[in-house]
Each structure stands twice: as structure tokens, then as C-alpha cells.
């Protein structure tokens, strides 16, 4: 009896041991095609206990028992509930989302569904940006949304990206969108770079951007939205979910394209063949390949992140970017961390999010300008390298010439930049559906620039150094409050917000200028004592600047039934930038969206799965590339001319006159906001379960108001230019919009994503009282400031203007068109042939993924605009040819050609700059852990090998026809000149990707 006790005991504590043992349960989540759906989140339903399936789609998980039900879900994918009924392994095939009509999209001061979106908004994830060698947001984007042109300033690291949505519709320089990071507006102050402001940011933290193109989706930026917005939103953790991952990646990258200048026994029989005497040095240097190298770039980062339920969760990153460029002392180096927390409180009512980005960013630039003249025109037959190995000392035509490679030993151009971004948005809901939110948040940096010339005997007057340091401060105050209420009964969906913004942004500048006087010691002159003499002065200059913009603003959002939606905003700007009589500015806008597929009508349908009208109306604003405080009168002091006089008759000279207080720009109180109106209609459609998606979009961009800094038309006017606004100029962008994406796959195992994107834009000025508005001139001995483009009444923004060369005359000299016929060759003879802008841009994709292998090509291109080869002009002439200075077969083409003939701004140095490039190659491999016996410890392993810039289709001559100078002419941003610029790299990189 007593050993059936104990059996009875032991086995009702077994019973209930078992009862409380947690049961383990493997699963596998696969989409409609029987893909595996890796990162897809499952939890234990009505508790915190999750995790996610690793890349082959499996997962595991311990719950309570085997009659809990498990919630899955994936981007994209309808989530699902899974009972287990006992059961300790399930399969699950989650149905796709065909429209993705539940994602979510960033817009102004929140999210919105897409399903309730009426403004013309474009979302890339981080899974479909643009892989390789990424050092700034711009980069990511190129090519992946329709109507953003998006091209480089030059091919050097870190290089900034001149970003055009749906046209240019400003003269100025002003012309990039605003960036919003994770709800903070960052200004486009200059923070003492020379290269892209957005380095800062670690592309590997950036979860998604969303990219606002319509007035109804910017008009809530106002004053500042006329550009388009683009959104950036930082990854976080996730709730049940806790993983770290590290990725490292090496690339290598090399000049993608060289210029066919002379051989060495070209260039033996072209000088003769000119009319010049050979100056045969008896060497054989191909300067390109001497000058530029093989850059190696290094990549690590390392993020963690996780939750604990729906309360908390965090993501913390930390990475190291080193990247070489093709010419040396071209380098850029970033160290960046980021944190990204969110809590909440009481039931979720309490919800704050906070955000800090830290890095350092060195940036090393090489003397571009000279660099490029060098490799291009030095004489081939010369050596880089004496007999002894030492850098060659040349000999030109006049003298001692500069060894580039020397150049490079004495050359320093360096900035060190530190800056922290931090927000911090508590939200409390304060009734049900009314929730108050601030916006708390700084920008902070802080920049270095040293660029020097070490004493040097034998160099171009450097034989005494000369250093010039540049220190930038600026800082960026943000406060914001708002107001949200959602309200909803029967089929009725209000959702109302209110705010206030206040910004405020410094910028401080020093620039101190050493002229010489520094030892030939081998201590860089930056590292030395500097004092001033009357033999080597210093001249100091300083700048600062404050800009304060408050704001108002509300939208309101309405929506019957899911299938009728309204949108309206208003926002008022008040900026310290203009004038006492047009301090505030008002931008209104309003949409209409129609989800006809929801329609009874076509509630059956089995082809139609979205089907979706958007139309809409707004004015924005543009302050952007005008002076801090332009309406404002502005005074210096000088000593020259006219400027000061004599006092108590002692002076002597100059010299001992007091300086005499100047105007140097005109009060304009009337200044006002540069005001773009834009009109869009949209269409959003899906077909065939979703396996066919795209968008359809006109839009009708006018700007009014054009703001330049103009001559002054009052001749006794105290200054020659002031800002001011003309009301009857108006610049124009109509077009269309097309993108288009296709999923499908063959059989179990492969799988295909098809698309891309078409944009159609004509662009006109008109209005203007000008007959030309200068935005690009030449340079150089001879060609300084020869109108090359410029803004023309009825023709396209950039519009070249310039002498149609027809050929060679009898006598050597060039031969234009006469447009008046007059017999002489005037200004009154130019024409316009062609804009610096394309009217068509393109991109389309392939991405192909069979098993663990994946395959992704990216091209994307331009047609339509022209490009003036200021190269050519400058360098690629006969005269340079018979001086013994390299060339290409440009300057030999016409045989009887004159020596001394002109090289004039005309149509010969003007080319298409049409093209197609395959500007992204990513091949990857996802390795099972468990295949080397690490899955206990490792969930994920990927292998990839990315290639950027393969190849480019192109009648460009120059070296790429992706070109921006990134320059200006009294504010107003230069396109489509080709003068030295920093050739393109063609990179391949290795990475690889671990999480655990």
C-alpha cells in the first residue's frame, strides 16, 4: 500500500512538472510561392515571448503548451493567427498584402496608411536601396523614384548630390529638398565640408525614406517644402525580439573611365604633325595611371537591438567607414553611434521616443583642379620618377613645372567634423483619441578645415608655404508642439492635427589666411608658429548668422467608408530672412482620394485589387539659397577708392585714412516667399492578386515670386545688387510619372521581382526681363565669365546659350553660324541648343532569387540634355598640342586649323549627355548555420559581392555624363559644365553579414 502511494505521488508531481515544463516548437513561414520569409515575427499570442525566422524561414519557439496560438506577421503580408492544437510544428504560408494598402508611410509630423494617402508619396525600404559603397542618403536613392533626379557633383568620396524632384523651380541655388530625420528638419546651412552635409548620417541605421513630391503631401513644411521633402527614418528594435548584427565589407575601386589622350608614340608624331617642335624627354608615362590608384574601402558595423513586449524597446549601432578615392589624399573616414529608444507607460498612454546620432567624419581632398590639368596635359614622354626612384623634377616649354606627384607630397586639404544630432518627442493621450506631443531636439556640429602648401623651393612660389584654416560652428534648435485627435463612428474616420514650430539656426565662420613665412622644417606649416609681417600678412575674416522660423500649421484628414478621403493643410511661416511687410507666409493645400476598388462594383473583381484616384492642389514655399537677414540692409567697412578721406590733414597716405563705413546690400522690406504652385493627379492600381503594382502621376509645377539677387534698377540705388522678388517671372515643371513592379516566380524555388520607373518633365522660364540670367560661365586665361547656360524667356531651365560652330574657315579660324545676317560673327548670333537638364528620367530592375541564391541589377539613366565639355575647351586644343602639353584627337580633327585660333564658347565643346548605366550589381548567398555547426549560436549568414558603375552607354567623351558642378554664379546653381571634374569610380565590394 505505501509503495502505491509513493507511485501515485510521483506520478501527479511528474504530471504536474509536465504541466508546467515550457513546450518547444519548430515552425516555418513561407509566402504564397513557397519563398521563405526571413525576419518575419512570431509570438506567443497575448504575451511577450517571441522571435523571428531565420533566412531559410524556420523558427523556434518555447511556449506555455501546445494549445497556446502563435501570431505571425511580415511586411507586406496579412498576419496571422496560428492555433497549435497540440501540435509541436506547424507550417505557415502567409498570404501577401497584394496593394500593401496597410504599410505605413512618413509623412509631416506622423504616419499615415497608404490605403489613406492622397498626396503623391514614394517609400523605399532599406532592403530595396542601392547596395555598395554608400556614404550618404542621396546615394541610396538614385534611380529607385520616379521624377527624382538625383546626380553626383563629382566622383570623389563623400561627394554631395544635387537632388532635383520633379524639376528645378527656383533660379537660385537653393534647389535641394528638405530632409526630415526621424522628425527633425535638418538645415542646409554649410558646415565647412566641401562635400555632402548628410555624411554624418550611417546609411547601414536607416530603416526607410519616404520621399514627398506633391504639394498636399510638403505644404505641411511650408516655406520650406517647395523642393520636395524626403523623410529618413532610423531602424529600432523590436518587441520580442532581441538580435545583434555585425556586417564588414571591403571594396575596391578604380577610375571607371579614362580619357584617350596621346600615347607616348602618339604624342611623338602629333607635335610634328601640328607644327610644334618635340620636346622628346625619352620617357614613357601614362599620367592618368600615375595619378590615380586602386582605393581600398573598409566598412564595419555592429547594431543591437531588441524589446521587452510593447513597452520598451532599443537599437544601438556603432560604425566605422574608410574609404580611399581614386586619387590620392582623397580619403574619407566616419565614425559614427546611434541609439534609438522608446518607452512607454500607463497602458501606452505615456509614449516617448528619443534619438542621438554622434559621429566624426575626416575628410581628405586632393587639389582636384590641378590634379586633373596635370594627368591630362603633361608630356608623356617625361618621367614621374628620376633615376634614383625620387619624384621627377619637369621641365616644360617655360620652365620648372610642378611634379603632380609632388604636388601630392606638399598638398594638404583636411576637415574634421564632429556633430551630434539628438530629439527627444514625448506623446501623452490626454482623452481617448486626443494625444499631445512635443518635439525636443538639437543639431550640433562643430568643423575643422586646414588646407596648406608646405614649403616647397622649386614650386610655383610655394618656397615659403602658405596655410589657410577655416573653423565653422553651427547649431540647429528645434521646438515643436502638437495637437492629435482621431475620432471614429460608423463608417466616418477624422483625424485632426494642430502645431506650433519654432526653429532656430547659427552658423559661425572663421577663415584665417596665412600668406607664407613658415620654415622648410618638414612640420606642417598648420603644426607651426604663425605671425603677420608687411612680407607675409594675415587676413582674417569672420561671418555669423541667425535664422529664426515659427510656425502654424494644421491638416485634417477625412475619410467615409474607406473609399472617400479629403486632406487639408495650412501652414504659416514667419522667417527672420524676409522683409517687414511679408514677414509671414501662408501655404494651403487640399486633396481628394477616391479607393475605387473597394467599390461594390468591384468587390468581386479577380483582376482589379487596388484601384485608387489621388488629386490635389497646394502652394509651398522657398527660402532656401538666399542671404541670411536678405531684406535687411547690410553695411562693411573699407579703405578703398572713395570709401574714406582725410580727417585732420595729417595723413600721409592711404594708409592713415580711417575706414569709411559702406552699404553693401540694400534694405528690401518688401521681400517676400519664393511661392510654387503645383496640381497632381495620381493613380495607384494593382492587378493580378497583386502581382502587378504601380503608380500614375501628372503634375503642373508653377513658381511665382522668383527671387534673385539682381542689379538694381535705381541708378543712384547705394549698392549695385539687392534681393528682391519678380512678380510676373515664372518658371514651369509639368510632366509625368510612371512606375511599375511585377512579381512572379517559376516553380517552388525561383522567384522574380521585375520594374522601374519613367518620368516625363518639360520645364520653361517665362516672364523674365532679362534676355539671359547667367547660371554658368567659362574659366580660364581668356574665357572668364563667357556666358555658357543660363535662364532664357520660353525655354527650357539651363538653357545653353551660345555660337553654332560649323567648322574650320580657309583660314584656320572658326566659323560660326550667322543667326543675324549681318556678315560678322556677334553675340547677337547665339542660339539655344539645348538644356543642361534631361526631359526623360529612367530606371528599371531585375531581381531574381533561386533558393539561398540572389541576384539584383539596377540601371538607371537620362535623355534629352546636353553637356558643355569645358575640359575640352580648356585643354584640347592644337595650341597645347605644338607647347608640347597632351591632348586627345579633338584637337587635331580639323588638319588646317590655326595655332592661334580661339577657343570660344560655342556648340563645338557641346555634347549629349544621354545615358544608360548599370549602376548596381549585388550577388548574395545566405549560408545555413547549421550546415558548419554554429546555428546554436548564429542565425543568419550572408555572403554578397556588389559591383557599382559596371558600365555606362553614353556618346559622352568626357569621363562621366553624370555631371554637376556644384557651383554657382551670384546664388544662382550652375548645370550641365564639365570643368575638371573628379572622375567616377567603378567598385566591387565583399561583405558579409552575420546575426545572432
Keep these: 500500500m505505501k509503495k502505491l502511494k509513493l507511485l501515485m505521488i510521483i506520478s501527479l508531481f511528474c504530471c504536474a512538472s509536465n504541466a508546467w515544463a515550457q513546450q518547444t516548437v519548430n515552425g516555418n513561414v513561407t509566402d504564397e510561392f513557397g519563398s521563405p520569409l526571413p525576419g518575419a515575427s512570431v509570438i506567443e499570442k497575448g504575451t511577450s515571448n517571441g522571435t523571428t525566422t531565420d533566412f531559410d524561414g524556420n523558427f523556434t519557439i518555447d511556449v506555455a503548451e501546445l494549445n497556446a496560438v502563435l501570431e505571425l506577421s511580415y511586411i507586406g503580408y496579412t498576419t496571422m493567427d496560428v492555433p497549435l492544437n497540440g501540435q509541436n510544428s506547424v507550417i505557415v504560408q502567409l498570404k501577401e498584402d497584394a496593394t500593401q494598402l496597410e504599410d505605413v508611410v512618413v509623412i509631416g509630423y506622423g504616419t499615415q496608411k497608404k490605403s489613406d494617402v492622397t498626396g503623391s508619396i514614394a517609400s523605399v525600404k532599406s532592403e530595396d536601396f542601392n547596395q555598395g559603397v554608400v556614404t550618404n542618403p542621396g546615394q541610396l536613392l538614385q534611380g529607385k523614384v520616379s521624377g527624382v533626379n538625383i546626380t553626383n557633383v563629382s566622383g570623389e568620396p563623400g561627394a554631395s548630390q544635387n537632388v532635383i524632384i520633379r524639376g528645378v523651380g527656383s533660379l537660385r541655388s537653393g534647389t535641394a529638398p528638405l530632409y526630415v530625420i526621424d522628425g527633425f528638419v535638418i538645415s542646409s546651412n554649410d558646415i565647412g565640408m566641401g562635400t555632402s552635409p548628410l555624411n554624418f548620417i550611417n546609411p547601414q541605421d536607416i530603416a526607410s525614406m519616404d520621399v514627398l513630391k506633391d504639394a498636399s503631401a510638403t505644404a505641411i513644411y511650408g516655406a520650406r517644402a517647395a523642393n520636395g521633402v524626403i523623410m529618413i527614418t532610423t531602424k529600432k528594435g523590436k518587441a520580442g525580439k532581441a538580435e545583434m548584427e555585425l556586417s564588414v565589407s571591403t571594396a575596391m575601386s578604380s577610375i571607371a573611365k579614362k580619357m584617350d589622350v596621346f600615347s607616348a608614340d602618339e604624342f611623338r608624331q602629333q607635335v610634328p604633325a601640328a607644327g610644334g617642335t618635340l620636346d622628346d624627354q625619352g620617357g614613357n608615362t601614362d599620367w592618368q595611371d600615375t595619378l590615380t590608384r586602386t582605393g581600398i574601402t573598409k566598412n564595419v558595423n555592429l547594431s543591437m537591438s531588441g524589446g521587452v513586449s510593447e513597452k520598451f524597446s532599443y537599437f544601438l549601432s556603432g560604425g566605422v567607414s574608410d574609404q580611399q578615392g581614386i586619387f590620392y589624399n582623397s580619403d574619407l573616414k566616419r565614425y559614427s553611434g546611434r541609439v534609438k529608444l522608446n518607452q512607454k507607460a500607463f497602458d501606452g498612454k505615456l509614449d516617448v521616443d528619443f534619438n542621438l546620432t554622434a559621429s566624426k567624419t575626416i575628410n581628405e581632398r586632393p587639389d582636384i583642379g590641378s590634379t586633373i590639368v596635370s594627368m591630362l596635359q603633361l608630356n608623356p614622354t617625361s618621367s614621374a620618377y628620376d633615376s634614383n626612384g625620387n619624384i621627377a623634377v619637369l621641365e616644360g616649354a617655360s620652365g620648372l613645372i610642378l611634379n603632380p606627384l609632388q604636388r601630392n607630397e606638399i598638398y594638404l586639404d583636411e576637415a574634421s567634423s564632429n556633430r551630434i544630432l539628438a530629439n527627444i518627442t514625448p506623446s501623452v493621450e490626454i482623452v481617448k483619441g486626443l494625444t499631445y506631443k512635443v518635439n525636443l531636439g538639437v543639431d550640433y556640429s562643430m568643423t575643422n578645415r586646414d588646407i596648406q602648401n608646405m614649403p616647397y623651393t622649386l614650386g610655383e612660389g610655394l618656397f615659403m608655404g602658405t596655410l589657410n584654416t577655416i573653423s565653422t560652428e553651427n547649431s540647429n534648435y528645434l521646438i515643436e508642439n502638437t495637437l492629435n485627435y482621431k475620432l471614429d463612428f460608423d463608417k466616418h474616420s477624422i483625424t485632426l492635427l494642430a502645431g506650433h514650430s519654432y526653429q532656430e539656426t547659427k552658423f559661425e565662420r572663421k577663415d584665417i589666411d596665412f600668406q607664407g613665412g613658415f620654415a622648410n622644417n618638414g612640420i606642417e606649416p598648420r603644426y607651426q608658429d604663425q605671425s603677420s609681417t608687411d612680407v607675409t ?215 522574380y521581382n521585375l520594374g522601374g520607373n519613367v518620368s516625363f518633365i518639360d520645364n520653361v522660364v517665362e516672364g523674365s526681363i532679362y534676355s539671359v540670367i547667367t547660371s554658368g560661365a567659362a574659366q580660364g586665361a581668356g574665357q572668364t565669365g563667357a556666358t555658357i547656360n543660363g535662364y532664357i524667356n520660353n525655354e527650357a531651365i539651363g538653357a545653353f546659350y551660345m555660337k553654332d560652330f560649323i567648322g574650320i574657315g580657309e583660314d584656320g579660324l572658326n566659323q560660326f553660324s550667322d543667326v543675324v545676317a549681318d556678315g560678322v560673327s556677334l553675340d547677337n548670333d547665339r542660339i539655344v541648343p539645348g538644356s543642361a537638364l534631361p526631359n526623360v528620367l529612367y530606371a528599371f530592375y531585375m531581381n531574381f532569387n533561386y533558393k539561398k541564391l540572389d541576384l539584383g541589377l539596377n540601371f538607371n539613366g537620362v535623355s534629352g540634355n546636353k553637356i558643355f565639355n569645358h575640359t575640352a575647351m580648356s585643354q584640347f586644343n592644337k595650341g597645347q598640342l605644338v607647347n608640347n602639353l597632351n591632348t586627345t584627337d579633338f584637337a587635331v580633327a580639323y588638319p588646317n586649323e590655326s595655332t592661334t585660333n580661339s577657343n570660344d564658347v560655342s556648340t563645338r565643346y557641346l555634347e549629349d549627355g544621354s545615358f544608360l548605366r548599370l549602376n548596381n550589381a549585388s550577388l548574395g548567398y545566405s549560408l545555413d548555420p547549421s550546415i558548419i555547426g554554429l546555428d546554436e549560436w548564429v542565425n543568419n549568414i550572408r555572403f554578397n559581392i556588389t559591383g557599382q558603375n559596371l558600365f555606362t552607354i553614353t556618346d559622352y567623351s568626357g569621363y562621366d555624363p553624370e555631371v554637376n558642378t556644384g557651383s554657382q554664379i551670384d546664388q544662382i546653381q550652375t548645370f550641365g559644365i564639365d570643368r575638371y571634374r573628379y572622375p567616377t569610380a567603378r567598385t566591387f565590394m565583399f561583405g558579409l553579414n552575420v546575426s545572432f
Excluded at 561671418?543 to 479629403?566: H, I, M, P
Design 537 to 751: 600678412a594675415t587676413t582674417i575674416a569672420s561671418t555669423a548668422t541667425t535664422d529664426e522660423l515659427q510656425s502654424y500649421f494644421g491638416r485634417l484628414n477625412y475619410s467615409y467608408a474607406d473609399k472617400y478621403l479629403v486632406t487639408g493643410t495650412l501652414r504659416a511661416d514667419g522667417s527672420s530672412r524676409f522683409g517687414s511687410n511679408n514677414k509671414y507666409g501662408y501655404f494651403p493645400s487640399v486633396a481628394l482620394g477616391w479607393n475605387i476598388y473597394k467599390e461594390d462594383f468591384l468587390a468581386d473583381s479577380d483582376l482589379i485589387s487596388n484601384l485608387k484616384l489621388r488629386a490635389s492642389w497646394g502652394q509651398t514655399g522657398n527660402q532656401n539659397g538666399i542671404a541670411s537677414k536678405a531684406s535687411y540692409a547690410s553695411y562693411n567697412d573699407s579703405k578703398s577708392d572713395n570709401d574714406t578721406y582725410p580727417l585732420d590733414g595729417t595723413e600721409s597716405s592711404l594708409d592713415d585714412y580711417p575706414y569709411g563705413t559702406i552699404a553693401v546690400r540694400t534694405a528690401n522690406p518688401d521681400l517676400k516667399w519664393e511661392v510654387v504652385t503645383q496640381a497632381n493627379v495620381g493613380l495607384d492600381f494593382a492587378f493580378f492578386n497583386g502581382s502587378l503594382t504601380g503608380t500614375l502621376d501628372y503634375f503642373n509645377k508653377v513658381t511665382n515670386d522668383v527671387i534673385l539677387f539682381a542689379t538694381t534698377p535705381d541708378p543712384i540705388n547705394p549698392t549695385e545688387k539687392y534681393w528682391t522678388n519678380f512678380p510676373d517671372m515664372e518658371v514651369k515643371n509639368k510632366g509625368y510619372e510612371v512606375a511599375l513592379d511585377y512579381r512572379g516566380n517559376i516553380g517552388e524555388d525561383f522567384t
